[in-house]
């Protein structure tokens, strides 16, 4: 893995409808993470936090997008901001905020990437559209828009579309998918493992499959890690906790896999939300994660 590492935090929580993952980054740094990539031996530049526009209420629009124009302009900045990090030949690490930043972090990914693959860590697909979405919140939509599907100013950020392939993506531990999203998993046939799959299988055999599918063709592999894709008991301060989730010891087993893979070239950890936590647990989780994804080894 590339031992040059950029941080960059993205405190937005308008994708989203429980305010509070805007803290987010906040939380990861004050739970150590940039002290413990350090201890790896990497070279840690953090490069602070991107600038969020403040919006109580969103405008009204008959797109059920809400908050896209501030979403759209995010979206710019952080892709912009990832490419730089890129075209420096520095691994890029987003703090989120809420999942809508995955729009702009693998748009800034793609732009070097002609056959980008994506591990998609959550226990939602994130395949809504705003003719799909229950909600209208655009945190359940990115991966959708990176496919280029949905309202144009979401899935062309940095001028193109589409920036991923359906067979390039591998979704583990999804358990709430709404109608919408799983016509167009079957339509598209992307490869999820759900928590059945991962209780049937054991982790250890889904993170192989996963880790050979996704590397199949592809010239580097992103990873989105939600926090909600682990079990609410091991990570309470997430904004849409689903319970019966993948364990905190699954969840190092996972990272552990792909850091000896060595298949990582981009990754960002979403929706920690400070506000819903207990004594910044789900941050520590966090950070714990990323240390076993950078190959922090107990012995």
């Known amino acids: 893995m590339n031992k040059n590492i950029s941080v960059i935090g993205v405190p937005m929580d308008l994708g989203q409808g429980r305010r509070g993952v805007d803290m987010g980054p906040s939380a990861i740094r004050y739970a150590n993470a940039i002290e413990r990539i350090k201890r790896l031996g990497y070279d840690v530049k953090d490069l602070g936090d991107l600038s969020i526009p403040r919006v109580e209420e969103p405008a009204e629009n008959n797109l059920n997008l809400k908050r896209l124009d501030e979403v ?4 710019q900045e952080l892709a912009e901001k990832v490419s730089a990090i890129i075209s420096e030949g520095r691994f890029p690490l987003v703090f989120g905020g809420d999942h809508s930043i995955a729009i702009g972090t693998i748009a ?18 994130d395949l809504n559209t705003g003719e799909t979405s229950p909600s209208g919140n655009i945190h359940g939509m990115p991966l959708a828009a990176s496919l280029g599907i949905g309202h144009e100013r979401l899935t062309h950020i940095l001028g193109f579309a589409p920036k991923i392939k359906p067979e390039n993506i591998v979704i583990i531990g999804a358990r709430d998918l709404d109608e919408g999203e ?23 055999k889904v993170m192989e499959e996963a880790v050979e599918y ?6 580097g592999v992103h990873l989105s890690l939600d926090l909600d894709g682990l ?10 906790p689903v319970i019966g989730g993948i364990s905190y010891r699954e969840s190092h ?3 552990e ?9 981009s990754c960002e950890f979403v929706e920690v939300n400070p506000i819903l936590d207990q ?21």
């Open 253 to 255: 087993l996972a990272m």
């Open 214 to 219: 996704v590397s199949n063709g592809t010239d």
């Open 72 to 75: 759209t302009q995010v979206s």
């Open 108 to 125: 800034g990914v793609a732009q070097h990437k002609k056959n980008l693959g994506v591990i998609w860590y959550d226990a939602h697909g």
């Open 231 to 240: 079990d609410p008991h091991d990570c309470p301060g997430v904004g849409t």
């Open 182 to 204: 799983k016509k167009l998993i079957k339509e598209l046939g992307i490869k999820v493992y759900t928590m059945h799959e991962i209780d049937r299988m054991g982790m250890t």
């Open 279 to 299: 004594k910044n647990t789900t941050a520590n989780v966090a950070v714990a994660l990323m240390g076993s994804l950078f190959g922090e080894k107990l012995i």
């Open 257 to 265: 896999i792909l850091a000896e893979a060595d298949i990582i070239t």
